[in-house]
């Protein structure tokens, strides 16, 4: 099967098909993290920018330990230590980036549709690192990797998403990939968290523990408290007492339910220590997983990333269903 996207801007409207090969590729590169020495010549001369407008650890130095992995030189630089603080905008920051020739930008930034902006006016593949509260590909496709990987495959698995729907990117795009492998989404959450336009799309509860009930996987969402500013609740406490993904709570769920969070963890707050911790967790595997899914990523869209940017990719960006500005 050829892969033929040019950028990885969202998983809404991506095929099966396309998932499934992505998957299929970053499970054959796992193994090389496990190598004692840990480097394959692949990208040999390749050069990926990481461009960070907002803080990340795990997303990344995941970019950046799958890029070194595969030999390719990568470049990080985060928006507080550039031009960016005088003045400069995402597309002159960009523009200057690609005149260094690079083959990939890895893009991080608070406003939804910044990656798919920038697909339009440069010519080297762009990676979504997450924008706004829009999409995630990365996060979700390796949440889908390590639910395969325990499960074997998604095919009518029950899959709850509990919490901070409202501003989660991660959140849209496990729904769009869930939806697409043939699992079934419940939605779990206060009904200020949890977006109208998403109903459609999913089961929706506000009962944490009728919601989780049966369900073979729970995706815990960390509570973005930085976006809180338009009191979606009353306070913390009342919070994690309604839905703080407790021992009991998931006792209700299937047995050797998958627990997962796409971190940072607020412990006590989405998730208790002994959940996260505990028997049925994969958090750690989905890091790992994150890696070997990133090297797969920059594998399939790094070689195709000279072509010339033509009138018809210079096209207005559309607005889709699922996309929204972060709060």
Request: charged share 25%; net charge neutral.
């Amino acid at each position: 099967m050829d892969f033929s996207a040019r950028h990885l801007l969202g998983l809404e409207g991506m095929s099966r098909e396309d998932i499934l090969y992505l998957l299929d590729t970053a499970a054959s590169f796992r193994e090389i993290s496990e190598r004692e020495i840990k480097k394959v010549p692949t990208l040999r001369g390749k050069t990926v920018i990481g461009l960070f407008y907002e803080a990340s650890t795990r997303t990344r130095m995941s970019f950046e330990i799958a890029a070194k992995r595969m030999s390719a030189d990568f470049v990080s630089l985060s928006a507080a230590a550039s031009s960016v603080t005088k003045g400069e905008t995402l597309l002159d920051t960009a523009r200057n980036l690609a005149a260094m020739r690079p083959d990939g930008i890895v893009l991080r930034h608070p406003s939804s549709g910044a990656p798919h902006f920038l697909a339009q006016r440069v010519d080297c593949a762009i990676i979504n690192a997450g924008d706004g509260a829009h999409e995630h590909p990365t996060q979700a496709l390796l949440d889908l990797l390590t639910i395969r990987e325990h499960r074997g495959n998604l095919e009518s698995l029950k899959v709850a998403i509990v919490g901070d729907i409202l501003h989660s990117r991660v959140a849209r795009s496990n729904l769009c990939g869930l939806r697409a492998l043939g699992a079934e989404v419940r939605l779990i959450g206060p009904p200020t968290l949890l977006p109208r336009e998403l109903r459609q799309w999913a089961e929706v509860t506000h009962d944490l523990a009728e919601g989780v009930r049966g369900v073979d996987v729970i995706m815990t969402l960390r509570l973005q408290r930085e976006r809180q500013g338009a009191n979606f609740f009353p306070n913390l406490d009342e919070y994690s007492r309604y839905f703080c993904l407790t021992e009991a709570v998931v006792r209700q769920a299937a047995p050797q339910v998958l627990i997962m969070h796409p971190g940072p963890i607020n412990r006590g707050v989405e998730i208790a220590s002994e959940v996260a911790d505990g028997p049925y967790s994969v958090i750690m595997d989905q890091v790992t997983n994150g890696v070997a899914l990133r090297m797969a990523v920059l594998f399939l869209l790094i070689n195709r990333s000279r072509e010339v940017v033509t009138a018809e990719t210079e096209a207005p960006a559309q607005a889709t269903p699922l996309r929204r500005r972060a709060g």
